[in-house]
Structures are given as C-alpha cells and as structure tokens.
C-alpha cells in the first residue's frame, strides 16, 4: 500500500514539475514577444505624439484666441495624455501577447 502512495507522490510531483516547465515557457514565450511588439509600437506611438501634439496645441491656441477671457495650455495637459496613451499601449500589447502565448498553437494553424 505504501509503495503505490510513493508512486502517486512521485507522479504527482513529476506533474507539478511539468506544469511549471509549460508556465515558464508561456512566460518566456510571452516576455520575448511583449519586448518585440512593444519596441515597434512605442516607436510608432512616439512618431504619432510628436505629430499630433503641435497641432494639437496650436489647433487649441488659435480655437482659445477667440474667446474674451483667454486661457494658456500648460505641457501638462500634453504630458499626462502622452503617458496615459503609453501606458494603454503597453497595456493592449501584454494583454495580446499573454492571450497569444495562451493559446493552443493547433487552433491557430488550423485556422490557415
């Protein structure tokens, strides 16, 4: 009796260690496609930013200048919507690239 609780020790261990060779995997899987998108993205997202925020800032000048009571935009407003783009950037593309390592590769060749 004893001898078949070791060996359903042993088994149970040798699946513990299994699972936890398959979720390193995911995870390194996952890391080396989140630093590869986000890398092509960020630029993109950065080369977007520096267009966009001049005119931006100039469309709301030129809108601001003719009210009576006018106000200055502060780099604040643009620093705080530039970081919050960022970090959804980076948010979408972890959450992508974790569902991506997740999936069952067979689904997605089956697919084609």
């Known amino acids: 009796m004893e001898m078949l609780n070791l060996k359903n020790g042993n088994r149970k261990s040798e699946i ?4 936890q060779t398959m979720i390193k995997n995911y995870l390194k899987i996952a890391w080396r496609n989140l630093l590869m998108l ?3 993205f960020l630029k993109l997202v950065l080369i977007s930013v520096l267009i966009a925020f001049p005119l931006a800032w100039w469309a709301m000048n030129q ?25 959804i950037t980076l948010f979408t593309i972890s959450f992508k690239t974790i569902k991506a390592a ?3 590769p067979v689904n997605s060749l089956g697919a084609e």
């Open 102 to 104: 997740i999936a069952n």
């Open 16 to 19: 513990i260690i299994i699972i």
């Open 63 to 87: 809108w601001l200048q003719s009210f009576a009571y006018r106000s200055n935009i502060g780099t604040e407003v643009f620093m705080i919507a530039g970081a919050s783009i960022l970090l």
């Open 38 to 40: 986000s890398k092509h």
